[in-house]
């Protein structure tokens, strides 16, 4: 049985990851549309509270007339137009601000009742400061917008979402040391190293998925399970040098990123069936919970993909787009608790 004031700090750890859960689905929600260049500068104490008056409001907007976004694609919006993209920036900014307050609180609260090692310690300074440089990459992300481009650079949002997952799996990480007791840790080191295979492919396809996102690249080829009618786009190869295909090329990042949900769909299963021994085991329940989920949460992100394919007609629907990321956060999150749970 854990003391309880770990207990306590695994069940507010477990806060602080819904927290970052919520804000990576906001994020999602401001990409898709288009609302992250609505503020054009970073405050990070007045910038809290959105503007009260209808010249405060005024004075946004025609800094938001400034940027390449408004001249080239939103140009003659009204302002209500406007108040509707600047709310989802706003909220993804504020959201961000509250749980580094709520997990800077966390810290000073288990400081104060001296409950904190020294190990622990340097945990939550560590969280804390990878929270503050997630903060800086996304206003480093929006600067990229702000002056040439009428869009964020999707290199820097793949940086920005890849900052929030690393973040995201830290604190879960912390939280399977904290909840699941030793004994319950399964001894499998092929199945272990099996797991983080998975999880790697899962990572890049993430980075692909969030290619797909900066670029647009579901409205180029709105079709399954052909890509507008070819198994094989022709112009797969198109850019010069080869490698720049797999970065900017909108036919070879949507085939790859297929591709890749292919092969996750096969590791994915094939795990599950590799580890039913441990899964029938009454020694590991959280174990046999995680590892249950994964097929589950596995068909669930097919689908909701192959749905954002199909109706993706000139754009990404809000909704099926959000829902597309937020289960794949939960599906690399599932596998990261499973994997974190299997030692050498």
């Known amino acids: 049985m854990l003391p309880q004031h770990k207990r306590q700090l ?39 509270f959105p503007p009260l008056s209808a010249d405060a409001w005024q004075v946004e907007f025609d800094q938001y007339k400034a940027t390449p976004q408004y001249q080239e694609i939103n140009k003659g919006m009204s302002m209500s137009d406007f108040k509707f993209i600047y709310f989802w920036e706003w909220l993804h900014r504020v959201w961000g601000r509250w749980g580094f307050l709520f997990i800077l609180g966390i810290f000073g ?24 440089c997630q903060g800086l990459l996304g206003w480093f992300m929006v600067l990229s917008g702000l002056s040439k481009m009428p869009q964020v650079s999707h290199y820097r949002l793949t940086a920005h979402l890849l900052g929030a997952l690393f973040l995201f799996v830290y604190i879960l990480w912390w939280v399977v040391q904290l909840i699941v007791p030793k004994e319950q840790l399964v001894v499998k080191p092929k199945l272990r190293r099996f797991a983080w295979v998975i999880v790697g492919v899962l990572v890049l396809q993430i980075i692909f998925g969030a290619f797909m996102s900066g670029l647009r690249a579901a409205t180029s080829f709105p079709t399954f399970p052909d890509m507008n009618g070819q198994l094989i786009p022709s112009n797969l190869f198109a850019l ?16 790859t990123h297929r591709l890749i949900a292919y092969l996750l769909c096969g590791l994915i299963l094939w795990f599950w069936v590799n580890a039913r021994e441990q899964i029938k085991s009454k020694a590991y329940p959280w174990f046999s919970i995680g590892t249950n989920m994964l097929p589950i949460v596995l068909l669930l992100q097919v689908g909701l993909g192959i749905s954002v394919l199909l109706f993706s007609q000139g754009t990404v629907p809000v909704g099926l787009g959000s829902m597309h990321q937020a289960v794949g956060l939960l599906l690399l999150s599932t596998m990261t608790f499973v994997s974190f749970q299997l030692r050498s």
């Open 240 to 255: 010069k040098p080869f490698i720049l295909n797999f970065f900017e090329n909108h036919a070879t990042i949507q085939f």
């Open 109 to 132: 609260w288990f400081l104060y009742k001296k409950q904190l090692d020294a190990t622990a310690k340097k945990r939550f300074l560590l969280l804390l400061f990878l929270y503050f």
């Open 10 to 48: 695994g069940f507010l750890l477990i806060i602080a990851l819904g927290i970052i859960y919520f804000q990576v689905i906001i994020g999602g929600i401001t990409r898709l549309t288009g609302s992250g260049l609505s503020i054009t500068d970073w405050k990070i104490v007045t910038g809290t």
